[in-house]
C-alpha cells in the first residue's frame, strides 16, 4: 500500500523538503512512500487536509501555516506549544498530531558541530524562529540567553518560552556578548548583511548557526568565519529537522547522511560548507 506525505505552505516552489525526504525513502528502501509539494495558504489548509485519505501520514508545514497548523491537531506537543508553532502533522488513529521538528533540528545541528552543554547562548533577531532557537539552546544546556534583536521591545514576548534568565541588548551588540553558541535567525538580504557588519574578533572560537540555507555563504557567514567563528549553515538544521519528521512519518530510522548528501547537492554545497 502507498503512504504518502507532503509539504504544504506558500509559496512553495523552493522548498528542500521533497529532496530531502525523498533521498531518505530511497536510502531507507522505502519503495511505497511518496512525498509531494502542494502550495496552500492559510485559508486552504483546513480544506486540504479534510480531503486527504488514510493513505496520508504525514505533513510538513511551513510559512504561512506554522500558525495556524496547530489548529487542525488532536493533540499538540509542548515543544510545539512554548515556540508556538507547528511544521510538522502526524496522522494517529485518533487524528493529527502537531509538533515542532525546527527546536530539534537547531539542537541537531550545533550538537554536530559540537556544541554542548552550554551554560550561555545568544540568538539573534526576535522574529518567529528566535523561538525554536531559544527553545533549541536550552535543549544544549544554556541557562543565560542574550536576545540581539533590533526591536528590543519586540523580544520581550520571548521571556515566556521557557525557564532561563533572558537578557535583550541591541542588535549591534551581537557579537560581542562572549557567547560560546550563537543562532542567527536573521532572514537572507539586508537585515543578514547588516548584523554582518557589526561582527569583530570577539566571535573567535565561538559556533554559529545561521538559518538561512540559500545563496551560501551569507555575509553574516563570511564575516563570522573571517573572525574565526566555527559556522553551521542553516541547510544542517533543515536536514535534522526533516530526518525527525521521516522518523514521525514512517516510524524508520532517518539516513541522516543521504539526506544532507542529496541537500547539498541540491544548493551546491562543499560537504565542509
Known sequence: ??????????????????????????AAGLTEWTYTSHEVDEGGLAP????????WRGLSLTMPLKVVGGDLAETVTDTARAARAVNT??????????????????TAALRGAGVEGVDRATVVGSGAT?????????????THVTVAARRPERAEALRDV????????????W???GAPAIVSTL?????????????DDGLAGATVLDVVYADWPTPLARAATAHGAQVVSGLEMLVHQAARQFEL??????????????????LGHSPDA
Do not use: K
Not at 187 to 199: M, W
Open 89 to 106: 502533522l502526524v496522522r494517529t488513529a485518533t487524528g493529527w498530531a502537531a509538533d515542532n521538528t525546527d527546536v530539534h533540528g537547531i
Open 175 to 177: 557579537a560581542r556578548t
Open 162 to 173: 521557557a525557564d532561563v534568565s533572558l537578557e535583550i541588548v541591541p542588535l549591534e551588540e
Open 48 to 55: 486540504f487536509v479534510a480531503g486527504l485519505t488514510q493513505e
Open 187 to 199: 532572514p537572507g538580504g539586508t537585515a543578514n548583511g547588516a548584523a554582518a557588519g557589526h561582527v
Open 249 to 266: 512519518f514512517t516510524g524508520v530510522a532517518a539516513p541522516v547522511a543521504a539526506m544532507q548528501a542529496a541537500g547539498r547537492a541540491a
Open 130 to 142: 528566535a523561538r525554536s532557537a531559544l527553545l533549541g539552546l536550552v535543549g544544549l544546556g544554556a
Open 1 to 26: 500500500m502507498t503512504s504518502r506525505a507532503g509539504v504544504l505552505g506558500s509559496p512553495i516552489a523552493h522548498s528542500l523538503s521533497p529532496t530531502l525526504h525523498r533521498a531518505g525513502y530511497v
